[in-house]
């Protein structure tokens, strides 16, 4: 299967901490991505890293990928209440019948208690 | 706000029925994608359209079917409804779409639920 697999299924942090998810996957990519859904709402993109990239940062957020381990991970500093939501992970291949398709993961819960 | 608009948020039916699921992608973004989210099966891709032409599929089933018109809008058909097709059906929107490093843009969302 080409979709990730993400790890922890659920995570429960205190505000302040940092939190770690991780994504597994099992075929070649050309990218990864990381979005983020809120209960029952609309998935936002979040950050994309491509495959000759090992590590990104935007604001708190911080993705690591490893090809030769074929996983990755997103790591949120300072977590907020706010950061409540779903996170998951999307690989893309882009070649004949996958161009420009994404292969999304279940997911990781993060749960941010203030 | 995403920019991209789905209609219905809530669509209550019964098996056997047929329904149909509106969207209108960002202003300027020639591919629409439609993805079904449901606990068994996570969030699947069923079909991406780049302008007005279908482009890509994937788990959709032959009971559904999709379009996008010349105004860019598109409408995803679900006909001879089963219980099983309960889920969020998701619509997303990017420019152009020729590749996936084009951010896709998700609307909000239509809930469906097969009674």
């Known amino acids: 299967s080409q979709q990730g697999e993400e790890d922890p299924q659920a995570l429960s942090i205190q505000e302040g901490e940092n939190a770690t998810m991780n994504c597994s996957y099992k075929t070649s990519i050309n990218n990864l991505q990381w979005y983020r859904q809120n209960s029952g709402r609309g998935l936002v993109h979040l950050i994309l890293?491509?495959?000759?990239?090992r590590e990104k940062h935007s604001g708190r957020l911080r993705v690591t990928l490893d090809t030769s381990k074929k996983s990755s991970s997103l790591l949120i500093t300072a977590s907020r209440a706010a950061d409540t939501a779903s996170y998951f992970c999307a690989t893309a291949w882009d070649r004949g019948s996958t161009l420009g398709r994404l292969y999304f993961g279940r997911g990781t819960q993060l749960t941010v208690w203030p | 706000d995403s920019g991209v608009t789905q209609t219905p948020k809530h669509l209550i039916t019964a098996t056997g029925q047929r329904v149909t699921l509106r969207c209108s992608p960002r202003?300027?973004?020639?591919?629409v994608y439609w993805y079904q989210q449901s606990l068994d099966q996570g969030l699947q891709f069923l079909i991406q359209y780049y302008n007005g032409e279908e482009r890509a599929k994937g788990n959709i089933l032959e009971r559904f079917s999709a379009q996008q018109f010349p105004d860019l809008h598109s409408e995803l058909n679900l006909s001879s409804l089963e219980l099983g097709d309960s889920a969020l059906y998701f619509c997303?929107?990017?420019?152009?779409?020729?590749?996936?490093?084009?951010?896709?843009?998700f609307g909000p969302g239509t809930r469906l639920t097969v009674l």
């Open positions: 997303a929107s990017s420019y152009p779409g020729t590749s996936s490093t084009d951010t896709q843009y």
């Open positions: 202003s300027g973004d020639l591919s």
């Open positions: 890293i491509r495959s000759n990239e």
